[in-house]
């Protein structure tokens, strides 16, 4: 290892945060440095429905839909849900809707027919819109796009700690794995990459039934799973993942009955905000505005 | 060593690789074992047909994952899936680590859940069974956990422990642990520096220059209400050991130096030594008695 090279120890954020708890990593301003857009707050609409599964436990297309409605229209602070996209995105915009496919807990399709039918209703031509995931560097409307959606469900992840909404756009570079390092934490460099800089209008996280605790090599038990019947709309990539974080942090303490830190720390989030300006992770930079059901809101 | 020459000619010229060979070798045991695994648990099936997966297709099996597994060194990977109508799919992965100290180690990458006796060690947490045995890792997982499942992940955990013949060892670096107030169920074995800092974060940097050729063990100490995290390392030979100690104290205990164990920022205290090819931190210590007194304890093991 380089003698010269500046290295971030356990220290630095003992220093700072008093505990290397994954709150105080989240919301680190790390070594000093300051988010670009540290100045202004960013707006994050955090809606739940309990009626979005019904006794069965199936999702309600309907309730979701005017879920994503009222949070793009309290986001924009517009009149109604299609005046609302046409502030996202104009006829001539050629939009990539990135979704994620794990099998176990992908972007739910009745989410991705929402945003289609309303980016349609905004005047974008069908041929123009594309929803992908893996194949994204192979998409032509992803080659083309001049206006990213970014959609993804909140889940534990094995090596980078969540795998959140600043992640999902791991398949914009060839090499994924080559972001693996110190848990992931350079992930928010993709986002300075050329051809993703500046695209994305609007960040869903989605928090249906998120997965608070992965097991073994599949990283997956329904049993970590709970209807917290929710989405996380914002502009800002940083700012929703940061709140899903918490909301999933206080789920594992609730779960496990003492603090039971995200394992390993999400550092990409306050990284993304503090190395690469991408938004802002700190809940004082964050303006929460909550919708819908409030029971075990958990933040 | 002409011999050794003479014959690895000898095998290119025939089209063979010693690293084939090798590969071949671990990809025919594991193909032996899925011969022998049993076709029926309870109502469960064997879907036809197993998978096998190496070092680089293991990645499109299990994702990110798969970086844990080979960074123990995996040589491959059996997965066979039993179905039944009405029932979750019940999956089994049998990982051929090349070593019981590397089954062994990946076995306490994750140390949650409840001891099942199986194996030379099991343990389950709702939906997953996992347990080590000689150079193998399994994992026996179900998406969701019913009680028939769960009755049949046990039962097939037995049928695989008892197909796998050999018992192996645990890795020798054990030995040298301190046994008071050892938390058992706290100690990892590992190599890398992602691993290390999955459970303990240290540092962004790899300070302790741990890689492949490294065996570190990480555990959690109590002693009359105090608690401390103590790692041993072992380097492969005396200057690479001293060269992790010199990074280690430059960049994460700067004061060791002068005042011996270091008091952190958070009130905890911290201690390192090095004797021959082994570092020993006590990366936090509740208070200073009990970081010295376990370095002191290491190290007097080491001699």
Known sequence: ?299 | MKKVLLIFLILQTLGYSPLMMMQKSHADEIEGLSAVLPSQIGVWTAVPKDRIYDTDTIFSYIDGAGEVYRAYNMRSCLSRRYSSPNSPIIVLDIFDMGTSEDAFGVFTHDQDGSPVDVGQGGLYRPGWLSFWKGKYFVSIYVEEETAPAKKAMGELAKVVASLIKDQGSKPEILLHLPQEGLQSRSIRYLHHHALLNYHFYLADGNILNLDQHTDAVLAVYQRSGERAHLLLVFYPNVDKAAEAHKTLLLHYLPEAKSTGAVLLEDGKWSATGLKNKFLTVVLEADSRPLAEDLLREVLQNLS
């Open chain 1, 1 to 299: 290892m380089d003698a010269g090279k500046k290295v971030i120890t356990r220290r630095d954020f003992i220093r700072v945060g008093s505990c290397l708890t994954v709150g105080s990593l989240m919301g680190l301003p790390l070594m000093g440095r300051v988010s670009a857009r540290e100045s202004e707050k960013s707006r994050v609409i955090l809606i739940r429905e309990k009626e979005v599964f019904d006794s069965r436990g199936q999702l309600s297309e309907t309730v979701l839909e005017n879920m994503l409605d009222e949070a793009v229209t309290a986001l924009m602070d517009a009149p109604g849900a299609v005046s609302a996209w046409k502030q996202l995105v104009k006829p001539t915009d050629i939009v990539g809707i990135k979704t994620n496919v794990w099998f176990h807990l992908p972007t739910p399709k009745p989410l991705e027919a929402a945003i289609w039918k309303r980016l349609l209703e905004a005047g974008v031509k069908k041929e123009n819109i594309s929803a992908d995931d893996r194949g994204i560097l192979g998409n032509s409307v992803f080659e083309r796009s001049t206006v990213l959606i970014n959609v993804r469900p909140m889940r534990t992840h094995h090596w980078s700690g969540l795998g959140t909404l600043l992640k999902n756009y791991i398949m914009f570079v060839p090499h994924p794995w080559m972001y693996h390092g110190n848990a992931c934490e350079k992930l928010g460099a993709i986002w300075q990459l050329p051809h993703v800089r500046g695209k994305t209008r609007l960040n869903i996280l989605v928090m249906l039934t998120p997965l608070f605790h992965g097991v073994g090599p599949h990283h997956f038990s329904s049993s970590y799973m709970w209807p917290y019947s929710g989405l996380i709309v914002s502009r800002d990539p940083v700012a929703a993942d940061a709140t899903g974080a918490r909301i999933i942090q206080a789920k594992r303490n609730v779960f496990f009955g003492t603090e039971k830190p995200i394992s390993p720390p999400p550092l990409h989030i306050a990284a993304a905000s503090s190395q690469f300006g991408l938004g802002n992770s700190r809940a004082d930079q964050i303006q929460l505005v909550q919708l819908g059901w409030e029971e075990d809101l958990l933040i």
